[in-house]
């Protein structure tokens, strides 16, 4: 389904430009939409389908909503928009996926506006439907158009990208994305604010990330100063945080080492921060690289912190004082 919604502020003169070239025949034939994620690509993306199959849009390329057209975007059964994405319980996007996308873009369309081929998450296809794809953009049929969109561009062969016509679709006036965030997050501190200026729509997931992080850092606390016992420390954290532990902790660690500069700690202590350090990159490298076991992931870390943090207080108080 759609996002029936109009673009976001700070990608309006984008979209009344694309959509222009709809109503001028001008569109190309394979749009790629590239930036970061949370800058509302996708959300462009669907006001671009939008447009071009309102009957009665306007002359800024905005939908009437009442239209036949419109009607059918808003029941998801418009026959001439093709979207493809990942098949039910896959998180690429298979060759066999892009043969049957490809296939319904020759069809004969059914409409004036002709065929649209919509990839809200292009990055997402593995090496073979890439392929599959590139004889198509070598090959498009005469009456289709394709928009592509990736947060990763990177990750996309280059024989793709250069058969398609890029857009960097990233927020060029901060000025009114502060504005968006004024009114859709009133009560963002304002640290985060300016960190989300070019990525307005992670707004929301940081506020999430901000109070996940402040639960994570008490916990270190209490079992950095051996008042919780680090096993049932990872047990009590909640699934949806325990990605975020090993980046706040290795926030915790830097913070920690930064504490130590010109202060002389002893080797042991030395030690015991190195297998901390290590034990959280580790962690870090499993996370980005594989389906890491997260809560024991949490454990062995919690342990490695709650050792340097006992050793510390060893050399810091010999005589046994906290």
């Given amino acids: ?7 976001l502020p ?3 003169e984008r979209f009344a430009r694309l959509s222009a070239r709809f109503a001028n025949a001008t569109f190309p034939t394979a749009l790629l939409l590239v930036g970061p994620e949370g800058v509302g690509k996708r959300q462009l993306g669907d006001a671009l389908v939008g447009s071009a199959y309102c009957l009665q849009r306007g002359p800024d390329g905005s939908v009437c909503g009442d239209c036949h057209g419109c009607h059918q975007l808003a029941a998801g059964s418009h026959p001439d928009l093709v979207i493809c994405k990942p098949a039910e319980g896959k998180q690429s996007i298979t060759v066999d996926v892009i043969r049957e996308f490809s296939r319904k873009l020759y069809l004969t369309p059914q409409t004036s506006a002709g065929r649209i081929g919509y990839m809200p998450h292009a990055d997402l296809m593995n090496v073979n439907a890439a392929n599959a794809l590139l004889k198509t ?9 394709l928009i592509l969109i ?14 398609c016509e890029q857009v960097r679709a990233v927020v060029q006036s901060t000025e009114q994305s ?6 859709e997050f009133a009560d963002l501190p304002e640290s985060l604010r300016e960190t989300l200026v070019t990525q307005p729509l992670l707004a929301a997931t940081a506020q999430g990330f901000a109070q996940q992080d402040t639960a994570i850092r008490k916990q270190l606390e ?28 290795h926030a915790c660690i830097l913070d920690r080492l ?16 190195q297998r901390l350090t290590d034990a959280n990159a580790a962690a870090l490298h499993l996370i980005e690289t ?22 510390i207080m060893r050399d810091e108080h010999p005589d046994g004082e906290r």
């Fill in 222 to 249: 209490s079992v950095w100063a051996q008042q919780r016992d680090p096993v049932l420390a990872a047990a009590d954290i909640d699934d949806e945080a325990l990605s975020r532990l090993s980046r706040v902790m």
């Fill in 137 to 145: 953009l070598e090959e498009p049929p005469a009456s289709a158009h």
């Fill in 290 to 311: 594989s389906q890491a076991n997260l809560r024991l992931l949490a454990e062995t870390q919690l342990i490695e912190w709650a050792r340097a943090g006992r050793q």
């Fill in 258 to 273: 930064r504490g130590q500069v010109g202060a002389v700690a002893s080797a042991s202590s030395r030690a015991a921060m």
């Fill in 150 to 163: 990736a947060d990763r561009p990177a990750h996309l062969p280059a024989t793709i990208r250069s058969r």
């Fill in 178 to 183: 502060r504005q968006w965030l004024d009114q």
């Fill in 10 to 12: 700070w990608q309006e």
């Fill in 1 to 7: 389904m759609l996002d029936r919604r109009p673009p």
